[in-house]
Nanobody, 122 residues
Framework: QVQLVESGGGLVQPGGSLRLSCAAS????????MIWYRQAPGKQRELVAG???????RYADSVKGRFSISRDNDKNTMYLQMNSLRPEDTAVYYC????????????????WGQGTQVTVSS
């Protein structure tokens, strides 16, 4: 089973920036999609941004123009650059991976890392 380790979260002021990292390891399957999700207290987990191995991306409408996803396929590592952060971005951010070129619903996964907390507050 793949191991997922998220890092880079923290407390920032509105308008600030953070860069999150996701490292996947411990599995021999070929990773295609890499996806960021987030979950705020009392809310469903939702897709934030994802990228297939072929370079197709998907972003939540609420983060378009502010967040940018990138990945290093040789290292099985993914990044999320978050700029112009807002209080509503406050959540635990999780990553996941898929052997398929799909950027979909988090309910299809049952293996998750611990996530990294992002708090945007003045």
């Amino acid at each position: 089973q793949v191991q997922l380790v998220e890092s880079g979260g923290g407390l920032v002021q509105p308008g600030g920036s953070l860069r999150l990292s996701c490292a996947a390891s411990g599995s021999s399957f070929s990773i295609n999609a890499m996806i960021w999700y987030r979950q705020a207290p009392g809310k469903q987990r939702e897709l934030v941004a994802g990228m297939t191995r072929g370079g197709r991306t998907r972003y939540a409408d609420s983060v378009k123009g502010r967040f940018s996803i990138s990945r290093d396929n040789d290292k099985n590592t993914m990044y999320l650059q978050m700029n112009s952060l807002r209080p509503e971005d406050t959540a635990v951010y999780y990553c996941n991976v898929d052997s398929r070129p799909v950027l979909g619903d988090p309910s299809q996964y049952d293996n998750w890392g611990q996530g990294t907390q992002v708090t945007v507050s003045s």
